[in-house]
């Protein structure tokens, strides 16, 4: 395993995006320099992040400095997953087979789809009177 000082990658989700660093270390994760659990108030928002670690099976071996922009929470911890996971792959080229079949290299394109005009929204249309 091929172990490089310091890997930067950037992670997307929606509108939020996530600057990862990746170091040797303990498995402290720092997002916007706070530590994780306490820019992350949802459990499941935590364990979302530390899923490419499992993965990988590489807990507590990585320190992880994140700075998190744009979108919501939800977005943020999406984007701090595929950050880490781009970040993992570059580290070690082998890991890839493994993070590719849990999809965590995969960017979630979906986006939220614009209003148009003449309706209510992306897709539900003012009420319709025939008479």
């Not at 099976?57 to 922009?69: F, K, L, M, P, S």
Request: proline share 2%.
């Amino acid at each position: 395993m091929a172990e490089l000082q310091t890997t930067q990658t950037t992670g997307k989700r929606k509108t939020a995006i996530a600057q990862v660093r990746l170091r040797p270390g303990t498995g402290i994760i720092t997002v916007n320099d706070k530590p994780m659990d306490e820019y992350f108030t949802r459990e499941s928002q935590c364990i979302l992040i530390k899923e490419p670690f499992e993965a990988a099976n590489v807990q507590d071996r990585y320190d992880v400095i994140a700075r998190c922009t744009g979108g919501g929470s939800s977005g943020q911890a999406g984007a701090l997953r595929h950050g880490i996971a781009r970040a993992l792959e570059k580290v070690d080229v082998e890991l890839r087979g493994l993070l590719k079949k849990r999809g965590l290299l995969t960017r979630d394109a979906r986006k939220k789809e614009r209003k148009k005009y003449g309706q209510k929204g992306a897709r539900a249309r003012f009420q319709f009177s025939k008479r």
